[in-house]
């Protein structure tokens, strides 16, 4: 703390003392030095004894320069401030006429104004310099770091010399209670309703933590950024087939998982557009969950008795994962509020995500009910268009995106035997969406619709293409309605369903009657934006699933925690 006092100090000194001609601006001066310190002096940033020998200090700088100076440059201008800058002086008892010697006071503890009168000399002596350092300060070169504004939930940036290094993130937990209300197995199904049996879970919502630095600098006229995310979650880990998303395990000794899913550099400029690289949320479907309000609770839960890193949100219910792929995207400048992208992604392979058929009634028990491939000779694309107006206070956001991607070697387990799909061993998946967002005054609506073939259900490619290498059609949507009761308190409801629909003759190949056909979920809830950082959220939620052959389970979920963004 003395440290930075004797810095401040040796500012506001060079600022005062740094050697200037004798013109109507040099005397102006003298008032702002006086109103700096009275700044400083509110601020805490000075002891009342370092106040009063700073100021009368200048004080004998100012009569000097009057004595010193010709008639011809001694203004009324200066001789207001010198009235001020005197004023101020017999109002904290400093000056030469309040009985003590010009610039010190005889107080109890003499060492401090000693210690003040010292560093003020030394400040006079190194004027120049220093005022050289608050010049490259402010004109941000050199070797000095700076704190930007602080703008809640939007992290911390520091400027050091041409690079903005920005920190960012958020952390949340939420004590978790599901009820299944029974049914039976769905294969691929999101609802728990079949286990039959209580959960109760403290765990992390469709967010886990995160952690995300941002490094920004301007070079040779393009703005440059690389970005590194990191999201933790609260749950134990357990190694599967979706990494750090698979389901957790709640056993002594456990670790959390980490989720480095964010790892990309941009450059580009206003003119040209903006070019990324590396791993980041991908076009198709992105908009969709960034604009779902169980982005800050938990929603469908998926497992709640050993929870995963995230919970599903409306995931599965509503719009299929955007995920985050490594990809190389190009962004154009925003015109008239349309933006469009476009980019070649790493290609994704098809996953049996309902797993083989468990009836062992049936001909084709332990036999997998979707394909799978493992070979891409070309990449996905993705691609979106964005479109945002404001008419009086009404804000509007519509969006449409697409997907493309060529799936070749298909194959499925017959019997326990992985075996080709036959005939059709390749299939071209394509999918698009559409959505909007609009907002007025305290309302805010979200209405969202998809499409896919070969798509799938839940994640991207989860049970797109039967096992006879023909694609699945799936779509979904979902609804969304939000209402800021004060300014403070937000109560959100939403409905959302994803489809999945049999492919042509997969009924005379696998037996697909436990297979999911649709999802859907209803959610309520309630926000309250406790401060800047910290929100408190209530939510339940009601989810099922139903099978081809009408068999269903269902289950309950109510939701308390809190969420935390800087």
């Known amino acids: 703390m003395a440290s930075r006092k004797k810095v401040l100090v040796a500012t506001v000194m060079a600022a005062s003392v740094v050697s200037l001609p004798y013109t109507l601006a040099r005397h102006a001066m003298a008032d702002d030095y006086s109103d700096l310190l009275d700044v400083l002096r509110a601020k805490g940033s000075l002891t009342q004894h370092e106040y009063s020998t700073l100021l009368g200090k200048h004080m004998r700088h100012v009569a000097a320069e009057q004595d010193a100076a010709p008639r011809a440059v001694r203004p009324t201008a200066h001789s207001r401030a010198t009235q001020q800058t005197a004023s101020r002086a017999a109002a904290h ?25 010292d560093a003020a000399t030394r400040a006079e002596a190194s004027a120049r310099s220093a005022q ?39 952390v949340n937990g939420f004590y978790t209670f599901n009820s299944p209300t029974g049914g039976t197995a769905v294969a691929g199904g999101v609802s728990t309703g079949s286990t039959g049996f209580d959960s109760s879970a403290v765990r992390n919502g469709l967010l886990p933590a995160g952690l995300m630095l941002k490094l920004s600098t301007k070079q040779q006229g393009w703005d440059i950024d690389a970005v590194l995310g990191m999201y933790p979650g609260t749950n134990d880990a357990k190694v599967g087939a979706l ?88 962004t154009t400048p925003k015109i008239a509020g349309v933006q469009a992208s476009v980019g070649i992604f790493q290609p994704l392979d098809e996953f049996q995500y309902a797993g083989s058929n468990a009836d062992k009634n049936s001909p084709s028990y332990n036999s997998t009910y979707s394909a799978s491939s493992t070979q891409h000779s070309s ?10 107006t404001t008419l009086g206070e009404v804000k509007a956001k519509i969006w449409a995106s697409f997907l493309i991607q060529h799936q070749q070697n298909l194959q499925y387990i017959d019997n326990g035997t992985t075996t080709s799909t036959g005939t059709h061993h390749a299939a071209m998946v394509e999918a698009a969406d559409i959505g909007t967002k609009i907002s007025y005054k305290g309302f805010e609506g979200v209405a969202y619709y998809y499409r896919g073939s070969g798509l799938g259900t839940t994640g991207l490619f989860f049970d797109g293409v039967a096992s006879n290498g023909r694609k699945r059609d799936s779509e979904g949507y979902y609804v969304q309605g939000a209402y800021n009761v004060t300014e403070r308190l937000k109560l959100v409801g939403s409905y959302g369903v994803s489809n999945l629909y049999l492919a ?10 436990y297979l999911v056909r649709r999802n859907q979920s209803i959610i309520g809830a309630a926000y309250y934006h406790m401060t800047d950082w910290l929100n408190l959220v209530a939510e339940y939620a009601h ?19 809190v969420i935390l963004f800087f």
């Open 379 to 388: 990449p996905m694309i993705q691609g979106r268009v964005t479109y945002e």
């Open 504 to 513: 042509s003759g997969e009924a005379q190949t696998v037996d697909p009657a």
């Open 543 to 561: 989810t099922s699933s139903v099978a081809h052959n009408g068999g269903s389970e269902k289950d309950n979920t109510a939701s308390a925690g």
């Open 93 to 117: 008892g400093t000056g030469v006429s309040n009985g003590y010697e010009p610039g010190i006071r005889f107080e109890a503890a003499p060492e401090v104004a000693s210690r003040a009168e």
């Open 132 to 170: 050289q350092a608050l010049d490259a300060m402010n004109s941000n070169q050199g070797g000095f770091v700076r704190v930007a504004k602080y703008v809640p939930g939007k992290g911390l940036t520091f400027k050091a010399g041409p690079v903005d290094i920005n920190l960012s993130g958020f």
């Open 243 to 330: 990494n750090a998303n698979s389901g957790g395990n709640p056993v002594g000794l456990g670790t959390p998982g980490i989720d480095f899913r964010q790892i990309y550099i941009t450059f580009g400029n206003s003119d040209v557009g903006t070019f990324k690289v590396g791993r980041d949320l991908g076009l198709f479907g992105g908009d969709a969950i960034m604009s779902d309000a169980t982005l800050l609770s938990v929603g469908a839960t998926g497992s709640n008795s050993s929870p995963a890193n995230t919970s599903l949100g409306r995931i599965g219910v509503g719009y299929v994962y955007a995920d985050w792929i490594p990809q190389i995207t190009y």
